[in-house]
């Protein structure tokens, strides 16, 4: 700032902001403003109308205080989806971490096509969901490539998409399919910043590659592994898009996540305040089962630090 002498005029108020450092704010206020006008007051709203019993259509709104939550947790089908949403969401974790780290290491040996390889398990990371969904569900119907396959080997084909418990295996394998490339190059970015004389020193300590893995890679990876561990638990717990092409929830609602649920209750059915009190309480189970994992990896971080 400039020092004033007693005759001086206190500079306007813009300009003593902007020499405060308020130009910088000045660039981020955009990105504030869209960000309070997309998600956070929508947020807020749908907090308010999960205490009401407003359809989305009425002009009238009434409060109702915790009769939809009271609702909510009397419902099976409700259980029924939080128990169908944890399912996908662990197994996507333990699916994309296993195969993730598994391709990664093998992108990132000495094989001629590595790059190639790293090319083609990427890949589908960049497609778009929807497309991915209907050309997995055309491969999963009676008389898809997977059925015709099983026909070929003399097998009977199966109801990829009818029975219950097949239906949820096939949307888990979807879901995987197209996001494991993610945390192949999230760990394959780990491998890469490994010091190689660490690998080197347990080489010559007669340590084998498990053994190297185990004791000099995986620690190495803790950072990597916090990151793939929860983009996977926060996209299992989200997944909407993937399921409903595939499945619409069913069959029945062998599939029907909470996610899948909060759209058919408030769009289809037009109970908007009971969805919001449903999305309200996914987001808190989200919140609940998110940071606690996070805060357990990144401890795990700073031990192997």
Known sequence: MRDEGPGLAAPPLWRRFLDWGGV?????LPAVAIYVGVILTPIIMGTGYAFTDWDGLRQTINYNGLSNFYRMFGDEQVRS???????IAFSLVVVKVAFGLVLALLVDSNL???NWLRLVFFMPVVLTPIIVSYLWKYIFSNNGTLNTLLKMV????LRWL????LALVSVIIVTSWQSVGLSMVIFLAGLQAIPPE??????IDGANPLQRIWHVTLPMLAPAMTICVVIALIQGLRFFDQIYALTRGGPGY?????STMIY?????FGEFSYGAAVALVFSLIVAVIVLPVMQFLRSREFAHG
Do not use: C, H, M, V
Not at 162 to 165: A, E, F, L, W
């Open 24 to 28: 910088n704010y000045l660039f981020i």
């Open 81 to 87: 989806a939080i128990g169908t949403t944890l399912i």
């Open 112 to 114: 001629k096509s590595r």
């Open 154 to 157: 003399g097998l009977d084909p």
């Open 162 to 165: 009818g029975d219950p418990t």
């Open 198 to 203: 660490l690998d080197e020193a347990a080489t």
């Open 254 to 258: 062998a599939t029907e996540t909470l």
């Open 264 to 268: 058919r209750i408030s769009f289809q």
